[in-house]
């Protein structure tokens, strides 16, 4: 219990720390404590005839709403019931972002402690220390605003949702953080499969070896016994469904619509295209993973002498080390769970209609990087001096995004259009 309680302490620090003068007083964009706020006072739309702010509202019925998932507004209610509206949201994000890394170490130490990664301890530590300080994590965790919050909020519970998706142990456990997660990210619904192929995992019958096989699928199908595979999946759904239906239910009292969550209603310069295309399309792919794949930092022989596109920067080069999953040692049923879960959410990000703009690097990786983490731990590929070098350029690439990031403008282009990404000749 120490390691994570001193992991927790040691990252909430640095994370205040990389704050500094920024903790004091409430962030630009409010809207998760505005929604506390709100449900306090037994209402679901924003108290006052006008929003605190101007971007990222939805109008409806003559009122304003929150249309971001609700759960990030539940986790910061209790702040809000002392402090109301002058609740230093910068500072209690950072606060609450410390554990993300602690409970992420609780989850490679499970995979040590039970002989599933192979790893040690310093392994362990020095993933934690990526994901922590290597990864855009680092730089959400120190903004504050509803975007980075959003994210903020949503990764610990990946860590305890695939923590207690291990072997299908805890399968209402696992249902009920996914479905937090998704009532925060909703395209993390869509790390279910995981849980599912633990599921038949652990239901298998026959412990036969699969490596080897012409039909390893087939294979391991014919071994699982399927109505205690169908049990344990039903105990995981069960949370996820009353949590939607909640949901839904909430929908339905705003806006007369169970399945409308308000996106429509938004007061944003970008509302012709969401109402031509919809919020996820095929039409987005070639952006987004321009931003994923190929947006570099702009190089110039004038000062500051290197800037950034508000588009943010590739994954590959924020956090190098996760082209480390590419090439696991070893292929098993828990590995190929996991990335088919992390492909899931990856592809379905990729088909948005924002790319995470505004942003030092690719945000919507969070959804699905403890996955990733993961996959390093059990991959079994040896960390020698490639993966450290790579460790350092990691932490060296985003504790410049988090001391610079929405600081100092002069690193980053001014582009309010969203059509830049790359460097203009």
């Not at 009122?63 to 986790?75: C, G, K, N």
């Not at 310093?122 to 605003?145: H, K, M, N, P």
């Not at 592809?347 to 948005?352: D, E, G, K, T």
Request: aromatic share 14%.
């Amino acid at each position: 219990m120490r390691a994570p309680v001193l992991i927790y302490a040691c990252t909430a620090l640095v994370y205040v720390v990389t704050l500094w003068t920024r903790m004091r007083g409430p962030s630009d964009n409010v809207h998760f404590v505005s929604l506390a706020e709100s449900y306090l006072h037994g209402q679901l739309s924003v108290l006052g005839d006008r929003p605190p702010g101007n971007n990222d509202w939805a109008s409806f019925g003559g009122r304003w709403y929150v249309v971001f998932p609700p759960f990030p507004a539940l986790v910061i209610l209790p702040a809000v019931a002392i402090w109301h509206a002058a609740v230093w949201d910068r500072l209690y994000w950072a606060l609450f972002a410390g554990l993300g890394p602690a409970l992420l170490y609780v989850l490679l130490r499970h995979l040590r402690e039970h002989a599933q990664s192979g790893r040690r301890p310093r392994e362990d530590l020095a993933l934690t220390v990526l994901f922590a300080f290597g990864s855009i994590y680092y730089c959400a965790s120190v903004q504050g605003t509803v975007w980075y919050a959003a994210h903020v909020v949503a990764c610990p519970l990946l860590a305890l949702y695939v923590l207690f998706s291990v072997d299908a142990r805890r399968p209402i456990l696992a249902g009920c953080v996914l479905g937090l997660a998704w009532a925060t990210r909703p395209t993390t619904l869509l790390l279910a499969p995981f849980f599912a192929i633990e599921a038949l995992a652990s239901a298998r019958a026959v412990a036969a070896p699969l490596v080897g096989s012409s039909r390893p699928v087939w294979r391991f199908l014919q071994g699982v016994n399927i109505p205690r595979a169908v049990r344990t999946c039903a105990l995981f759904a069960l949370p996820l469904i009353i949590i939607v239906a909640i949901s839904c239910w909430l929908n339905w009292l705003r806006f007369g619509d169970p399945f409308e969550v308000g996106y429509r209603y938004l007061r944003i310069r970008w509302a012709a295209r969401i109402e031509k295309w919809g919020l996820f399309n095929y039409h987005y792919v070639s952006k987004n993973l321009a931003v994923f794949l190929a947006a570099l930092p702009w190089l110039s022989n004038a000062a500051p002498y290197v800037r950034v596109s508000r588009h943010g920067l590739a994954l590959w080069v924020t956090t190098p080390s996760y082209l480390g999953v590419l090439w696991p040692k070893r292929v098993n049923p828990r590995i190929v769970g996991l990335s088919i879960a992390a492909l899931c959410v990856a592809v379905m990000n990729l088909s948005y209609q924002n790319s995470g703009w505004i942003q030092f690097g690719y945000r919507f990786s969070l959804d699905y990087s403890v996955l990733l983490i993961a996959l390093l731990a059990l991959g079994g590929r040896r960390f020698g001096v490639g993966f450290y070098l790579l460790l350092v350029w990691s932490c060296a690439v985003n504790t410049f995004g988090a001391c610079t990031f929405e600081r100092a403008e002069r690193f980053y282009d001014r582009d309010g259009s969203q059509q830049v990404i790359f460097q203009p000749d």
